[in-house]
């Protein structure tokens, strides 16, 4: 079992930043992708940025220049710094995590989501 658990999300003005953290834990063989979905109400659950364990990253267009994500592999930790947060950026953020758990199986976990509010 893996656990994902996020943290970082908050209420923040048009134009300011925030953080979101997100640590997995548990029986972890090997993590290959880490990633932030986010999904706002009444839309689907799209991505907003990946990064795999050799560091290469992809980010929706969307976020592009104001985004960026990374991780820590000694703390199976992965970071999302929103800079220039729009009221469209609003949305419940949610924490994805890929890799294996032994050499047989592979697991696929999501966090609980948390919630980010752009709003002056």
């Known amino acids: 079992q893996v656990q994902v658990v996020e943290s970082g999300g908050g209420l923040v003005q048009p134009g300011g930043s925030l953080r979101l953290s997100c640590a997995a834990s548990g029986r972890l063989f090997r993590i290959n992708a880490m990633g932030w979905y986010r999904q706002a109400p009444g839309k689907l659950r799209e991505l907003v940025a990946v990064i795999t364990s050799g560091g290469s990253t992809n980010y929706a267009d969307s976020v592009k220049g104001r985004f960026t994500i990374s991780r820590d592999n000694t703390k199976n930790t992965v970071y999302l710094q929103m800079n220039s947060l729009k009221p469209e950026d609003t949305a419940v953020y949610y924490c994805?995590?890929?890799?294996?758990?032994?050499?047989?199986?592979?697991?696929?976990?999501w966090g609980q989501g948390t919630q980010v509010t752009v709003s002056s």
């Open positions: 994805n995590v890929r890799g294996s758990v032994d050499v047989f199986r592979d697991f696929d976990s």
